[in-house]
């Protein structure tokens, strides 16, 4: 049976999937119909609705309960038996209201043990509250006042698997080594939108994603995720690790990771002694200047790279900087000071984005060999039709058209060879720039 109170539930947590980018910017509560693991038939659930919404939950409700939302209300105070002495409930949602810690007694999910989703998320919290159902899968608790976990606090929930925390105030103070280290079952734990300067001490070895982004860390610590080693995701993007805030070796514990995001931390370079199976770097709107021969030499199995928005020139990219990435499908390096192209392209690139830098021709050996690129964008850069050598589109036969050539613009008798009958695959636009005719490509 399920119970919903005053105004119906349209919001609820999402459940786990595999991307790693999930509710952590919203200030509002996740979206998703009923869980799967709830039994929502219309022939067995009652609904009693009311236009007001409830200042007080209900002080008993019945102990066959299964469901019960008592979102989007103005609840301050739960009972011992509004919850408590339901052994068929799974869950609750008491999202979208005024609960505090006084208005959650210790006793309130007492002989309820089979509860799998609690959602306190924007609500008045201060501090984890204690006793919760031993029994929790998901813990939704985004959008408190939070500063603090107590220790002992999440001791007994060796089921919890998703725990959501972004958006409170949460300093490295509020936590400790036990934190989260009983939790053995911890899959996706989000305490982005905080205030913590280092990452958590104690993470279990079965988390596999990390969402520290947007929080003040300066650092980062091996002996911190020494705990973590199956951790595939790490999200670090708008911290203030500067120059020196992830030291060379500092992620090597992590051997599994799948994706870094270092987005906007002020690295003056890319992060070496990365680990060997890294997938995805994703460094944009940084200060890297320099790319070395070997500054990617640590992680061959590349598949996307972004570099986006940095200060990288063409003088200090060197031109076997990614000899070493057979694998990688994806190159952003929109946004830089580039006046060519790269050489040492890896071969296999689907991807190559170029857009908004400051190139001033086109030559055909860097694009040799590149028979698998799909994607090409040279948009916002200072090409005009003559600085595109001749041959340049010779190998790109993988490259998807976007839109028509716009013929009336090119000179009939022109003999400038991207007209030339090899580039039907190629999107050529021209767009103004300081009263020139530019070539725009992408």
Request: net charge positive; charged share 15%.
């Amino acid at each position: 049976m399920a119970w919903t109170f005053g105004c119906s539930r349209t919001t609820s947590p999402e459940p786990l999937s595999t991307s790693p980018c999930r509710t952590t910017s919203s200030r509002n509560s996740p979206t998703m119909s009923c869980p799967a693991s709830v039994a929502c038939e219309p022939s067995t659930s009652t609904t009693t609705s009311s236009p007001q919404k409830l200042s007080v939950a209900p002080q008993f409700l019945p102990r066959s309960l299964r469901v019960a939302d008592l979102a989007a209300n103005q609840v301050m105070e739960i009972f011992p038996l509004t919850f408590g002495e339901k052994p068929a409930l799974r869950s609750v949602y008491l999202h979208n209201n005024q609960l505090s810690n006084a208005g959650l007694p210790p006793d309130a999910f007492r002989g309820s043990e089979a509860v799998t989703t609690l959602s306190l998320s924007n609500n008045r919290f201060s501090y984890l509250p204690p006793s919760l159902p031993p029994s929790l899968e998901r813990l939704h608790l985004q959008n408190n006042l939070i500063s603090k976990v107590p220790r002992g606090a999440l001791s007994r929930q060796t089921q919890l698997r998703e725990l959501y925390l972004q958006h409170n105030q949460l300093t490295d103070s509020g936590l400790d080594a036990t934190t989260f280290s009983k939790l053995h079952s911890l899959e996706y734990l989000d305490l982005s939108h905080n205030q913590l300067t280092t990452v958590p001490a104690g993470l279990p070895r079965t988390l596999a994603i990390l969402h520290l982004g947007r929080n003040r860390i300066r650092q980062v610590e091996a002996a911190r995720l020494h705990g973590a080693r199956g951790l595939r995701y790490l999200l670090l993007q708008h911290n203030q690790l500067g120059s020196s805030g992830l030291p060379a070796g500092a992620l090597r514990p992590l051997r599994g990771l799948h994706t870094l995001h270092l987005y906007g931390n002020g690295l003056d370079r890319v992060p070496l002694a990365l680990p060997r199976r890294l997938r995805a770097l994703v460094l944009p709107h940084n200060h890297v200047a320099t790319l070395g021969a070997r500054d990617l030499a640590a992680t061959p199995g590349l598949m996307e790279l972004n570099l986006a928005y940095n200060r990288l020139t063409s003088a200090r990219v060197h031109h076997r900087a990614f000899r070493r990435l057979r694998t990688l499908r994806s190159l952003d390096l929109a946004g830089n000071q580039l006046t060519r192209l790269p050489m040492g392209l890896p071969t296999g690139l689907h991807t190559l984005r170029l857009q908004r830098n400051q190139l001033r021709m086109l030559e055909p050996e860097p694009l040799a060999g590149l028979d698998q690129l799909k994607e090409l964008s040279l948009a916002h850069n200072r090409l005009r039709v003559g600085d595109i050598g001749p041959g340049t589109w010779h190998e790109l036969q993988a490259l998807q058209v976007r839109h028509r050539l716009v013929s009336h613009t090119i000179p009939r008798a022109s003999p400038s060879p991207c007209l030339h009958c090899h580039i039907p695959n190629i999107l050529v636009s021209w767009s103004s720039n300081q009263n020139k005719k530019m070539v725009r490509v992408g």
